[in-house]
Structures are given as structure tokens and as C-alpha cells.
């Protein structure tokens, strides 16, 4: 079975803060990708990856930023964190290049005071 | 570009009862459309999906949806649902020009009353 991990399931951090979140995939998936989920948007793509050291820009990147040095690593960065960012945020893998089924992470619920 | 309209916020039912959750996609080209479920403090996870051939798909758990070309809908169905089908459920769309990037729609919160 896949499996997506993510580093932290609830965080609170403070305006300004610098904030990262971090997703470990173990089935070698070539892509991979951050969304934050919040009530009545459904869920909005923010980056995504296709390979290491390669990034996209999502539905909603402005705030974000994201790095992959290594194929099971994708991290979400928040520069400066701010309230507008509480979010839940959650990590999919997916392998090959064709849509297919996405796995997902059990989610970071983020809390910005 | 692609977009996703589900039509109910929220579906309150009884157990035993039919269920039908609606979805619209808006798309110039060929789509593939998803149904994934998340459970109450848990990720997403994949209920069933449409890439080609027949238009009635099964999933898990007794699901079923049928994709209309001609209305651009992909509605979710059970013929009779239970309470562990309490959950919310998200139609999502990608399209073959857009590589594997999905596009979500708002989300359906159904809610099984005994």
C-alpha cells in the first residue's frame, strides 16, 4: 500500500513565522503535490512536482514556496506565516504522468495566531 | 479552463435510504473525473474514478457513478446508504492537457441519521 506521511498533524505558529511542512511518499511516485483544504473551497492545488528539484505553480501559490531535493520529499514553505493561512494542508502522491489516482496524507491542520 | 460544481453543500438521509450526490464539470476537451472520500480527520481517499471506456463505474463500499458527456455530470450514487457512510465527498476533474494536476469542486457533507 502507499503510504504519505506528513510531518506534523497539528501546528500552531505565530504571524511572521517562518513555517515548514513536510511530506514523505514510500512507493517512488514521480509526483507529488500540496493543497490546502478549507470549508465550502474544497481543496486548491498550491505547488506541485513533477520530478526532483522541478516545481509548478498551483491554483494558489502567492505565500508559498515548496522544495524537492529528493524524490520522496516535497516540502510547503510559508515565508512569513500569516492569519489568512490557517488551513488544514494536505500532500498527494502520484506516479506516472497521466491523471490517476492521487494519494493523500492525513492532513496539517495550521494555525496562525 | 476546467472547474467543478458540486450542486449540494450538504445531504442529510436516512440509513437504508438511496443517496445521490451531484457533480457538474465545465471542460472543453476529454476529462478523467474522480470521487474521493475523507472520513472525519483523515486525508482523501479514492472512491472511484472514470479514465475511459464504460460510462457506469464502481467503487468501494457499494458506490457508483455514471459519466454524461452530453450534461457534463459525473453524480456519485448508493442504493442504500449506512451510518459509516457519514463523510464528506469531493468531485474533482483533470484534464488530458493538464497532465495529472486535478481540480476539486466545493465538497459534499453526507450525513447518515439512524
Known amino acids: 500500500d502507499v503510504k504519505v506521511t506528513q510531518s506534523s498533524r497539528y501546528l500552531v505558529k505565530r504571524t511572521g513565522e517562518k513555517v515548514f511542512l513536510e511530506c514523505v511518499q514510500d512507493m517512488d511516485h514521480e509526483n507529488m503535490f500540496w493543497y490546502r483544504q478549507d470549508p465550502g473551497l474544497g481543496l486548491r492545488l498550491i505547488y506541485f512536482s513533477y520530478d526532483v528539484k522541478m516545481k509548478e505553480k498551483g491554483d494558489i501559490p502567492e505565500g508559498y514556496s515548496v522544495s524537492r531535493e529528493k524524490k520522496e520529499r516535497f516540502s510547503l514553505i510559508l515565508e512569513s506565516a500569516s492569519t489568512n493561512q490557517t488551513s488544514m494542508y494536505l500532500c498527494?502522491?502520484?506516479?506516472?504522468?497521466?491523471?490517476?489516482?492521487?494519494?493523500f496524507g492525513p492532513g496539517t491542520r495550521l494555525t496562525v495566531l | 479552463a476546467q472547474s467543478v460544481t458540486q450542486l449540494d453543500s450538504q445531504v442529510p438521509v436516512f440509513e437504508e435510504a438511496p443517496v445521490e450526490l451531484r457533480c457538474n464539470y465545465s471542460?472543453?476537451?476529454?476529462?478523467?473525473l474522480f470521487w474521493y472520500v475523507q472520513y472525519p480527520n483523515q486525508g482523501l481517499q479514492l472512491l472511484l474514478k472514470y479514465l475511459s471506456g464504460s460510462t457506469l463505474v464502481k467503487g468501494i463500499n457499494g458506490f457508483e457513478a455514471e459519466f454524461n458527456k452530453s450534461q457534463t455530470s459525473f453524480h456519485l450514487r448508493k442504493p442504500s446508504v449506512h451510518i459509516s457512510d457519514t463523510a464528506e465527498y469531493f468531485c474533482a476533474v483533470s484534464e488530458g492537457t493538464s497532465g495529472s494536476r486535478l481540480t476539486f469542486g466545493e465538497g459534499t457533507q453526507l450525513t447518515v441519521n439512524p
Open positions: 471542460s472543453s476537451v476529454s476529462v478523467y
Open positions: 498527494a502522491s502520484l506516479s506516472g504522468s497521466l491523471p490517476d489516482t492521487q494519494y
